[in-house]
């Protein structure tokens, strides 16, 4: 009797949950269920909703490309985020920011950075301010409570004013294996993520373009439950280091249906991000779809279960690889790739456990190495430029249960063989180029 009337208690609270929330998801719209549709044309500002968008030109915003609209973007925020659901809009227009920084922390549920407009950088490196301790362009950071980034707008980090400059500094290469804290003030003269979003839930980026970032686009840190979708990355393929998209200290995340074409990773994915599931994204030109690099300093680090499949590559280095530091520990594993079509990629398959990034004097200086096991390579097909797979794993510490089924890649320029060390695992199916000799 006493369970039955706590099935039944539990059903009522569920019904009254329910109600209650989707009253909320009415009134105010969970993802802002009026904007849901309206990525690509900006909302007429009719009854009700007008309460909760934030027009930034209506908090002084000029938007006329060379006043500095930064205050105007703080203060639309500030009253944005105070209402459940608000909206803070860019509305068509250019409009130049400084480095700012959006906190979440005290926003009510639901914030959402609705871009139509062009928003753009200082178009120098001297027209930047504080640029001695900014680590980024634009933070969002701590938006506990969801935050949607969305529109068909363009954000331009007028990068060719760094790129090719002396100021490229060391601790871009560090930077993957380093967390920040997005209030740190250390001195960097590091610049520039575009766009960073750090310790936030429930992330949502879509439709809108980023592009020319000084380094890389989009930097995702201590987050969880990041859906990007319907992005659009675009940087010369000779800018230095301006990766896509880099997740690090990050998990759930899904990429799809989007295009990224940049100097280096299109995706990277580092130490403590696991559950990621990469799929329809077209990369090129750059580096590809990468793990790592990870272990850099003899750190620890950490990637578990990854996805990436219904993808293409072209015109890059590297397809689909896993890159790890010599002297580094923790794991890799439980990674897939599969259903991936390269078109003319230089390596299309690579795992490199003796990962340098052009270090001088960097060989297997240490017995210890990330750990590499149970890594998935399946239907990848298309052609390659210089060799077909390159697989170099640790003496110390093997690759382990490496599989790999329906590989067929042909050179488009010269015919490379596959270099195989120290991998164990199976192929699974006839190969072209053959692979029986690789996997021990
Ligand atoms: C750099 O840009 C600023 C505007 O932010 C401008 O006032 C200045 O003249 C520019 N300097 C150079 C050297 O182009
Ligand atoms: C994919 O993204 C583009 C924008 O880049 C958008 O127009 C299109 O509707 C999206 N398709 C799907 C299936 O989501
Ligand atoms: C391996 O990763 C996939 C996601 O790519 C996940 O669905 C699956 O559960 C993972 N397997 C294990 C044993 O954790």
């Given at each position: 009797m006493a369970k039955f009337i706590q099935k039944y208690l539990s059903f009522l609270i569920s019904i009254v949950l329910y109600f209650n929330f989707s009253g909320h998801t009415f009134c105010y719209g969970s993802e802002s269920n009026y904007l849901k549709n309206e990525l690509m044309n900006p909302p007429n500002y009719v009854g009700q909703l007008a309460f909760y968008i934030f027009n930034v030109k209506q908090f002084g915003a000029k938007g006329n490309g060379f006043t500095d609209d930064s205050k105007a973007f703080q203060a639309a925020f500030q009253a944005a985020c105070k209402v459940r659901g608000g909206v803070m809009l860019v509305p068509s227009g250019t409009f130049l920011l400084q480095p700012i920084t959006f906190y979440g922390n005290n926003c009510q549920r639901y914030f959402t950075w609705q871009v139509y407009g062009l928003i753009v950088a200082p178009p120098n490196i001297s027209g930047w301010k504080g640029i001695s301790y900014h680590y980024q362009w634009i933070l969002f950071s701590g938006f506990s409570k969801g935050i949607t980034i969305q529109g068909n707008g363009v954000v331009d980090g007028r990068g060719n004013a760094w790129w090719g400059k002396s100021r490229n500094p060391p601790h871009v290469k560090h930077l993957e294996n380093h967390l920040i804290s997005p209030t740190s003030k250390k001195t960097l003269n590091n610049p520039f993520i575009a766009i960073r979003i750090a310790k936030s839930y429930k992330v949502t980026v879509r439709g809108i373009k980023i592009q020319n970032?000084?380094?890389?686009?989009i930097f995702l840190d201590e987050c969880q439950q990041v859906t990007i979708s319907g992005l659009t990355i675009l940087a010369p393929q000779e800018s230095p280091n301006t990766d896509g998209i880099h997740i690090s200290h990050t998990q759930h995340v899904e990429i799809y249906n989007s295009t990224i074409g940049t100097g280096d990773d299109c995706i990277g994915i580092l130490t403590e991000s696991s559950d990621v599931r990469i799929h329809d994204v077209h990369c090129g030109p750059g580096h590809g779809y990468s793990i790592g690099g990870l272990g850099l300093n003899n750190q620890e680090a950490h990637v578990t279960n990854v996805h990436v499949y219904d993808s293409t590559v072209a015109y890059t280095l590297t397809g689909v690889r896993i890159k790890t530091w010599p002297g580094g520990s923790g794991y890799v594993n439980n990674i897939t790739f599969s259903h991936i079509t390269m078109t003319n990629v230089k390596t299309p398959i690579v795992i490199d456990q003796n990962y340098c990034n052009g270090k001088k004097g960097c060989t297997w200086t240490s017995k210890n190495a990330v750990a590499i096991s149970g890594v998935t390579f399946e239907n990848i097909i298309g052609t390659y430029s210089y060799q077909p797979a390159s697989l170099v794993c640790s003496v110390y510490k093997p690759c382990t249960n490496i599989l790999m089924g329906t590989i067929n890649l042909t050179p488009s320029g010269r015919s490379g063989s596959p270099i195989c060390q120290n991998a164990y695992g199976r192929v699974l199916t006839n190969t072209t180029p053959s692979l029986k000799n690789c996997l021990k």
């Open positions: 970032s000084p380094r890389m686009h």
